[in-house]
Nanobody, 124 residues
Framework: QVQLVESGGGSVQAGESLRLSCAIF????????MGWVRQAPGKGLEFVSR???????SYADSVKGRFTISQDNAKTTLYLQMNSLKPEDTATYYC??????????????????RGQGTHVTVSS
């Protein structure tokens, strides 16, 4: 059974940084794309960033220039480096993954796998 396990969340002050990690278990074939989404209290899932198997990346306008998505060489861990954090970045962050070849263009609700989330709180 495929598992995505996020870590690295926490409470920080505005302007500080965090790095989220997503470890992949029980999937040896390689995903076509992976990404991060977030959900603030009382709101729906919001796209944050995505990376394709070829290394193509995409970011939400709200995080562009501040967040960086990456993978380790073995593609068993996904990262999200978050710099210059703002209070509006407060949310639960989820890792997503998909094996379908067209997954890079799919909506956040249509990705096959999602982890349990890690919470980020940014105080002003």
């Amino acid at each position: 059974q495929v598992q995505l396990v996020e870590s690295g969340g926490g409470s920080v002050q505005a302007g500080e940084s965090l790095r989220l990690s997503c470890a992949i278990f029980s999937y040896t074939y390689g995903f076509q794309c992976m990404g991060w989404v977030r959900q603030a209290p009382g709101k729906g899932l919001e796209f944050v960033s995505r990376i394709s198997d070829q290394g193509t990346t995409s970011y939400a306008d709200s995080v562009k220039g501040r967040f960086t998505i990456s993978q380790d060489n073995a593609k068993t861990t996904l990262y999200l480096q978050m710099n210059s954090l703002k209070p509006e970045d407060t949310a639960t962050y989820y890792c997503q993954a998909d094996f379908r070849t067209d997954c890079f263009s799919r909506t956040v609700a249509d990705m096959v796998y999602r982890g349990q989330g890690t919470h980020v709180t940014v105080s002003s």
